[in-house]
């Protein structure tokens, strides 16, 4: 059973940076796509960016290109997403997620939540302007 659990969440100014992790557990480490999606209050869950463990290949929103940025450790139990020139509407509940890929493949940017059957508990974001 895959575990997924979010830290790293607050409170910061428009322009400034943050870190989110996700603790890993669970999954083996190349078999899975590991994602941060956000959602924001009456609005839908989005997908921010997808990493695939085994080649590292990452894709973003064009919302966050070029500002946020996915990575995992060597050991692939900790997923982060570094978050730089915030903005206010960046504000939102931050989840990553998992799917394995024998489910859903190994290439394709993988943004829709429908895509993904594992989920953390979320850690929330405010951006002030």
């Known amino acids: 059973q895959v575990q997924l659990v979010e830290s790293g969440g607050g409170s910061v100014q428009a322009g400034g940076s943050l870190r989110l992790s996700c603790a890993v557990s669970g999954a083996d480490a190349d078999a899975y796509c590991l994602a941060w999606f956000r959602q924001a209050p009456g609005k839908e869950r989005e997908g921010v960016a997808t990493?695939?463990?085994?080649?590292?290949?990452?894709y973003y929103a064009d919302s966050v290109k070029g500002r946020f940025a996915i990575s995992q450790d060597n050991a692939k139990i900790t997923l982060y997403l570094q978050m730089n020139s915030l903005k206010s509407e960046d504000t939102a509940n931050y989840y990553c997620a998992a799917a394995a890929v024998w489910a859903i493949g190994r290439r394709g940017r993988r943004l829709s939540p429908t895509d993904y059957n594992y989920w953390g508990q979320g850690t929330q974001v405010t951006v002030s302007s």
């Open positions: 990493i695939y463990r085994d080649s590292g290949n990452t």
